[in-house]
């Protein structure tokens, strides 16, 4: 099968085309990469060729390596590993050498040919580092087109020559922080950037490209690097100026990464020895860094969860299959407070007509002038054109009538967590429309909020995060009488708004929130045990969790934790217990001390609001005990609650799919993305069959809730991992 | 085992560490033959019965690299036979240097060493020699480096030593220092400095001064809030070893630091049977010396560690000591040292320190020998220990006994 057209036209330039077949998008291989040198080796050899365009027949160039294919290199020859992953990964260099080189040769005095990079659209990771290798790359001017290299976004470095040549074009204070980050860039951007050489119109992309190639000149198609007396700009690690910029490098990475991510650390090595040596052998060095990357056991977890898992889901991994496919034109969202008004924005921004409702017109249009604030801040992020938010705000109609909602393909009620006046209000929006409903909520049971529905079976819930317009979860809650279709209509609507759903059976708290709520409480037991404040919060962001649990707990209020703790308490009656937590909170609130609402909380904050220091009176009222806990203990913790949780959700039946488990918990908690999720990281401990013990060592300190569940037991007891890769 | 006997120690005024210093017109290799060549001259030493010159110094690159030693035996009058080697172990340089031959005096020989070290902090920049440890990823990432003053500053947020701690201490290292000046009590380890002809350069400290009071030091600045707080960010990078702290509080500036100074130390070390033939008196005798390895990210408490090896090693009790030198790095040094070991003010850094009268990286180490000597005799006390915090996470230390 062939990946790439290869035309020789009559100006003597080879075009060759990727075009996978049957592919929206091109992908790299190792079968297309050799493919690919196959026909370069045919217009080197051509004496009739006079120089080579690289573009591709499809609207992108390409979206990079097909991300799959790790997990077979990986496990090809498992005896000799790092043997096989290093040549696998030599063998790309050598081939993207070959290109470079252009069959130019020293000895004989051969020039090469031109080699041109002619990118119609998005070119990222291998999809911008063969480019690299060429000798110039030109660019349509693409708004939608994105160039760069993002692999560290899933756990991995560029390493087709990705850090070698980009710090050579560009330096390593230009390179490093574009790949650190995994920035994206449009054309224009990566022009004045210099990432690529050109721009220009799309119809004349080839044209141009064929132009530089038959008026190249000799010292056009020797890269920098291949010169004689090539310096990297800004010089190396070990020059006056590179040397303290790399010393900041390394000080901001590990203190925005605390060292987790194992794939960042491998980067910056591979930057700091491959830019102290020659090209060639800074080529061996970005592959054995990134072998040993391929070979580290968690590694892959984060590909897994955060590329695979989540491009599954979000092209319907758990949607009913049997169920036609719904095109969603009009939605109606009732309740036009921060959750409504969010949900009516995104649904806008995918092309829906929505009429928000509230009670009366007023309330109503408030709710609309929050949106163009939302999307006024979108617009200075330059996430949305300024142009279109006239469009997108037309398509939104508040209105206080539920006949308006009438013709509605779906309907999400999105008024306050009570559940007298959301049954109200589901009623009436039942009595106006005969499409699905559901119900934004993140505390209330669906099957019980279904009773105000005719047909239980077409109602459901819909879980959205805060703040909707940035948070990609959105978790759909099955009721015991939800039906295949609206959950399948739920997915399309979420898809439709390019948000990723997991899909959960309805029990208290769902499941994100039935695992935040143990580590906020986790943190606050933590406090009335006198752990120094600090330590908590520190050792939770040295972990990966975005916010510490003292903090989450101001942000979301003490009132709220004070009331999920006593309705909790009401519901589970007799079989709630004791809970150290619910000392400090109550302790807290008691105080006035409610949270960052109150400009008080576990945090002191300036008038303004601004979260100043950890407030000194805890010390006071829950004084520090002797000895301390080792970072390590707390870490366990933090993270061993979390977890213990998903897979008790997962026993339940709560969670169905371990996928979901770990995808819903990265984006929709923050959990420590290094691990690929919670069963990412207890499959790591599985396989250290240290996991148990650590269950048991943690039970005995600090209660029950540390039991490691059956089905985690039994997990381990046949070493078995929870994920299925 | 032989005895390692000190029998003359020297060392140069510290010159301001910077083009205005007067001792910035000479070379490293100058200054430091002008104090072997004064050790030659002050105790008739033949030129060629050195056993070997070892000399310390923490920036080896430029006028101060390829082997500073064998650069400085041959400038000095010492004959060509003395061969010369140079260490680095940064700021206790100048100290490992008169251990490794007291060490090797020990063994037994007939032996006299020369031992000292010199950095001419106006001429080869600090930290331009390069370091691995502070930018490959391997380890800076690994140990979490930073920079010593956030270290230093570490140090003080750990033990709860105040700004207004830290500046009290300086002031009265100011004093101390003035006092001594006024005098004289560096009369014997002092040798002024000359250029190629024999015209005085500099004869006195210049860095030290003496009208510092509290409100001066009130009025500076922190030196490493910045590159804590703001860019690169290094506090985030201690507080992954250190999470316990909330945050670091930065209370060290120019006035309650070591001074960057220019200087150069020797030292003239030997055993009994080496001295006796050339009429030498002995001054001190080594009892022990220790050094050790300590947390990299807080850095600087090395002598801690080192303090309790060597008195083990030399079986005393800290209340044995009669004089404490303990480098004056950064201010919560000394009052880290008083604190873990709670010995009395009145024992350390009865002259002055590096805060007053600069730290002159590599030569430092012989420098408080120096004065340590010096100070035993004209106090008529017993024992000394010098200790001093260094770079990456070491310490070194040395007892030594009036004799």
Redo the contacts between chains.
Sequence with gaps: MSDFHYQKEADGIAVISWDVAGARINTMTRESLRELASHFDSAFSDGKVRGVVLTSAKKDFSGGMALDTFHQIRGQEPTEEADALFAHIMEFHQIIRRIEWAGRELKSGRSGKPVIAALPGTAVGIGYEIPLACHRIIAAKNPKARIGLPEIKVGLFPAAGGTARLIRRLGIEGAAPLMLKGTLLSPEKALAANLIDAVAEPDELIEKAKEWALGAEPEDIVKPWDRKGYRMPGGT??S?KG?LS???????????T??VYPAV?AM??AI?EGAQVPFDTALKVEARWFSKLLMEASSLNMLQTLFLDTKALEKGARRPATIKKSELKKIGVVGAGMMGSGIALVSAQAGLEVVLIDQDLNAASRGKGKIEKLLAAQVKRRRVAESETRHILERIKPSQEYETLSGADFVIEAVYENPALKGEVLARIDRSVDCMIASNTSTLPISDLAKSCQTPSTFLGVHFFSPVDRMRLVEIIRGKETDDAAVALAIDFVSRIQKTPIVVNDARFFYANRCVIPYLNEGIRMVGEGV????I???AR?CGMPVGPLQLVDETSIELAVSIAKATKSALGADYGHNDADEVIFKLASLGRLGRKSKAGFFEYSETGHRL??WHGLGVYFPEATP?PN?EK?RNRLLMIQALEAVRALEEGVLTDVREGNVGAILGWGFAPWSGGPFGWLDGLIANQSVLSLCDDLSRQFGERFVAPKLLVDKATRREKFSVH | MSDALIFDAVRTPRGRGSQRGSLASLTSVDISAQMIDALIHRNHLPGHDIEDVIWGNATQIGEQGGCLARAVVLMSELDDAVPGLTINRFCASGLEAVNLAAGQIHAGEKTGYIAGGVEMMSRVTMGSDGAAMAVDPRIAMKMAFVPQGISADLIATEYGFSREDCDRYACQSQQRAARAWTEDRFKHSIVAVHDINHREVLAQDEHLRPETDMAVLAELKPSFADMGEGMPGFDKVALLKYPHLEAIEHVHHPGNSSGIVDGAAAILIGNEEFGAPLELRPKARVLSMAKVGSEPTIMLTGPIAATRLALKRANLEISDIDLFEVNEAFAAIPLLFMHEFGVDDEKVNVNGGAISLGHPLGATGAILLSSAVEELERADLSTALVTLCVGGGMGVATVIERV
Excluded: H, T
């Design positions: 690690p070990y006056s040397y790399f010393m900041g490098a390394c000080a901001m990475v590990s203190g925005n605390s060292g650390n910056m090595s700091y120094r404040p600090p330590l919060e520190n050792v040295q220091r950890l301390q970072a707390v």
